[in-house]
């Protein structure tokens, strides 16, 4: 298939397939869009089934963080990377110099950060080859975004509650949360802090065993998660779980999660909404973690950073109070006032390049 061709190209306006044999890495850097900024995604390590998995999976990827990114009011666009491998078996130095290499190569266009399968430490390693990176582990810039991210999900959940059930507070309320790694697991404590009651799952026996031993989560299959009764359901794993397979088995009334592109197809928010199910567009409420690397280069303190994040409660009660007066689905007017954000370019796009 022709790349143009491809359902999931959206103007892009690059996309780098690296095959390095040395290194052993077979990775995609997708550049979606610069009108505000480089852009600005983090790298993803996951052992796709094939390279066109990989090739949705970065399109779709690099268009929500344009998405997030605008909607954060951020000085970036929107761009990705996928590694095609297993973070548990394959991952070597050599791959993180390499990809470094590919991110140098393209000036400045594209910021790499940690992402699902990448940590603070391979960025790195990253960049012993690229200025091009962000969320580096003891360096000036600061390291791992994602208690950020949990803490931007957290304050979206109680925007969400707040909407539609009146009151903001989850005491008594009840969260399933599927997937519990970095960001699953600091947003289960949150919660739990907050006296609600958390079912989790994992693929990653230990991580789901973790969660138990420390936060006392209720344990339930990966299978069985999506449709467990509950008031909030937060998907924290991979995309695409939100379907015209699964909604019919929901039980719950709110969705809110830090996983990227939850929903299989864009319909599927208008079927969420025709069942009464409040969901909060991922690249809305997932925004924490970018947040965060924009105020670790701004070295900007604590408070700051903090106060930085209630653009995510803001925002989605800005989207929620469109989609009830326009009586359209929350993706929908989200995608929407991105676009608004989106639609004017900034005058020299080669000025603003992170380091």
Do not use: W
Not at 204 to 217: C, Q, R, T
């Amino acid at each position: 298939m022709n790349l143009h061709d491809h359902p999931d190209f959206d103007a892009h306006e690059s996309v780098t397939c690296i095959n390095d044999q040395r290194a052993g890495l077979k990775a995609i850097i997708a550049v979606h869009n610069t009108h505000l900024g480089p852009a600005l995604g983090g790298c993803r390590y996951f052992p796709y089934g094939n390279t066109a998995q990989a090739m949705t999976d970065v399109l779709r990827l690099s268009r929500g963080m344009s998405y997030k990114n605008a909607l954060a009011r951020l000085p970036f666009g929107g761009g990705k990377s996928v590694i095609i491998g297993d973070p548990r078996r394959d991952k070597r130095d050599v791959q993180f110099e390499a990809l470094g290499e590919a991110v140098h190569a393209l000036n400045g266009q594209y910021v790499v950060a940690e992402d699902s399968g990448t940590t603070p430490e391979d960025m790195r390693i990253v960049a012993r080859k690229t200025p091009f990176v962000s969320g580096v582990e003891d360096s000036a810039s600061g390291g791992d975004p994602s208690p950020s991210t949990a803490l931007g999900v957290f304050k979206g959940i109680k925007a969400a509650l707040a909407h539609h059930c009146g009151s903001e507070s989850l005491a008594g309320k009840t969260v399933a949360i599927q997937g519990v790694g970095k960001v699953g697991f600091a947003l289960a404590r949150l919660i739990r802090n907050e006296g609600g009651t958390v079912f989790a799952s994992d693929l990653y026996a230990p991580s789901l065993d973790k969660a138990i031993a420390e936060l006392g989560v209720i344990p339930r299959t990966h299978g069985d998660i999506l449709s467990q009764p509950c008031d909030v359901l937060a998907p924290c794993a991979m995309g695409g779980v939100i379907s015209a397979t699964t909604i019919p088995t929901l039980n719950t009334r709110i969705i809110a999660g830090a996983a990227n592109n939850q929903l299989g197809t864009a319909s599927d928010g208008e079927a969420l909404r025709q069942r009464g199910i409040l969901y909060c567009p991922d690249f809305v409420v997932n925004a924490g973690g970018v947040i965060e690397i924009q105020h670790q280069r701004l070295g900007s303190d604590a408070l700051t950073r903090s106060k930085a994040l209630e653009i995510i409660p803001a925002n989605l009660m800005q989207i929620f109070a469109t989609a009830d007066g326009e009586h359209i689905d929350t993706e929908r007017a989200a995608v929407a006032l991105a676009h608004r954000i989106l639609g004017k370019p900034r005058s020299n796009p080669a000025t603003q390049c992170a380091a």
